[in-house]
């Protein structure tokens, strides 16, 4: 089948100027977010990483106390509560981490879906290079070594079980 080869329609120059400028405009706001990541990132990590240690200790315990009191118990209700909200505070840091690695992953089909091939030979090149970038996905960590998602968040209520029934288990 022979397909007719048909020009591309380009836009004025003043629509592709604009274009070129939103695009900018686009680069300049994901540098801040990239440098602000990496303040956050500098100044949270230990203190997020100590968070994580000291509630997944504290996850643990609530579950084993819990485990020893029945459920007609005052005192089971208060620990229960506890454990809850720990669980929540760590979600909240994991959930939020997630959304930004998330919304990092979109940037370049976002940037690929757009109007671009009948566009001038530099927004392809900036479009290409922002692309490249944004392979490295953009993370917050826990202590630099985990990344903070919504798997970590299950990764650490794991652990948390694991070492409740080690202890359960081990009287």
Same mark, same amino acid.
């Given at each position: 089948?022979?397909?007719?080869?048909?020009?591309?329609?380009?836009?004025?120059?003043?629509?592709?100027?604009?274009?070129?400028?939103?695009?900018?405009?686009?680069?300049?706001?994901?540098?801040? $977010?990239?440098?602000?990541?990496?303040?956050?990132?500098? $100044?949270?990590t230990?203190?997020?990483?100590?968070?994580?240690? $000291?509630?997944?200790?504290?996850?643990?315990?609530?579950l084993?106390?819990?485990?020893?009191?029945?459920?007609?118990?005052?005192?089971?209700?208060v620990?229960? $509560?506890?454990?809850?909200?720990?669980?929540i505070?760590?979600y909240?840091?994991?959930?939020?981490?997630?959304?930004?690695?998330?919304?990092?992953?979109?940037?370049?089909?976002?940037?690929?879906?757009?109007d671009?091939?009948?566009?001038?030979?530099?927004?392809?090149?900036?479009?290409?290079?922002?692309?490249?970038?944004?392979?490295?996905?953009?993370y917050l960590?826990?202590?630099?070594?985990?990344?903070?998602?919504?798997?970590?968040f299950?990764?650490?209520?794991?652990?948390?079980?694991?070492?409740?029934?080690?202890?359960?288990?081990?009287?």
């Open positions: 089948m022979n397909v007719p080869n048909v020009p591309l329609v380009k836009d004025p120059p003043e629509i592709e100027a604009e274009i070129m400028k939103e695009l900018k405009s686009c680069m300049r706001s994901l540098q801040v $977010i990239f440098n602000m990541c990496e303040k956050l990132e500098s $100044i949270f230990y203190i997020t990483l100590g968070q994580v240690l $000291i509630s997944l200790v504290v996850f643990c315990t609530c084993y106390l819990t485990s020893t009191l029945s459920l007609s118990d005052p005192k089971f209700f620990e229960f $509560i506890y454990l809850v909200a720990v669980e505070q760590i909240i840091y994991c959930y939020f981490g997630n959304k930004v690695t998330l919304r990092g992953e979109d940037v370049p089909l976002s940037i690929y879906e757009s671009w091939f009948a566009l001038s030979e530099d927004y392809k090149r900036s479009m290409l290079i922002t692309m490249t970038r944004m392979r490295k996905p953009i960590t826990i202590g630099k070594f985990s990344p903070l998602t919504l798997s970590t299950v990764t650490i209520g794991r652990a948390s079980y694991s070492f409740f029934a080690v202890l359960k288990n081990s009287n």
